[in-house]
């Protein structure tokens, strides 16, 4: 929904002028009609200025977070995977398969510890 927003009121995308009122309603005026348009159009550039805002701010925010957490959880399998100890390293992965587990989550049969 916000591509399709940015998409459509992407700078230079909007035609200038006025509508014709021909194939429209003749019920409704041309400067009715113009005026709906302009609203649309303001509301439009409002709802596209707001996503754009959320998008800069909060998602990239939680994107940021979320790599922090990948990137820890990575310095985590590294540290395990490079372990000199064996019978450490054994342990490890015993506890993490049994942790695993218990709580109910399954693995692909080609996944590794």
Same mark, same amino acid.
Not at 1 to 10: C, N, S, Y
Not at 52 to 63: L, P, R, Y
Not at 69 to 84: D, G, R, V
């Given at each position: 929904?916000?591509?399709? @927003?940015?998409?459509?009121?992407?700078?230079?995308?909007?035609?200038?002028?006025?509508?014709?009122?021909?194939?429209?309603?003749?019920?409704? =005026?041309?400067?009715?009609?113009?005026?709906?348009?302009?609203?649309?159009?303001?509301?439009?550039?409002?709802?596209? =200025?707001?996503?754009?805002?959320?998008?800069? &701010?909060? $998602?990239?925010?939680?994107?940021?977070?979320?790599?922090?957490? $990948?990137?820890?959880?990575?310095?985590?399998?590294?540290?395990?995977?490079?372990?000199?100890?064996?019978?450490?390293? &054994?342990? @490890?992965?015993?506890? @993490?398969?049994?942790?695993?587990?218990?709580?109910?989550?399954? $693995?692909?049969? &080609?996944?590794?510890?």
């Amino acid at each position: 929904m916000v591509k399709l @927003v940015l998409a459509v009121l992407r700078p230079g995308s909007e035609k200038s002028g006025s509508l014709s009122s021909s194939g429209i309603d003749s019920s409704s =005026s041309e400067s009715e009609i113009n005026k709906a348009v302009s609203t649309l159009k303001t509301n439009l550039k409002t709802l596209r =200025s707001n996503a754009t805002e959320w998008h800069n &701010t909060q $998602f990239k925010s939680a994107n940021d977070s979320l790599y922090a957490m $990948f990137a820890e959880l990575y310095t985590l399998y590294e540290q395990c995977k490079n372990n000199i100890d064996d019978d450490v390293e &054994t342990q @490890v992965r015993k506890y @993490v398969s049994e942790a695993c587990e218990r709580k109910g989550v399954k $693995f692909k049969a &080609t996944a590794s510890l």
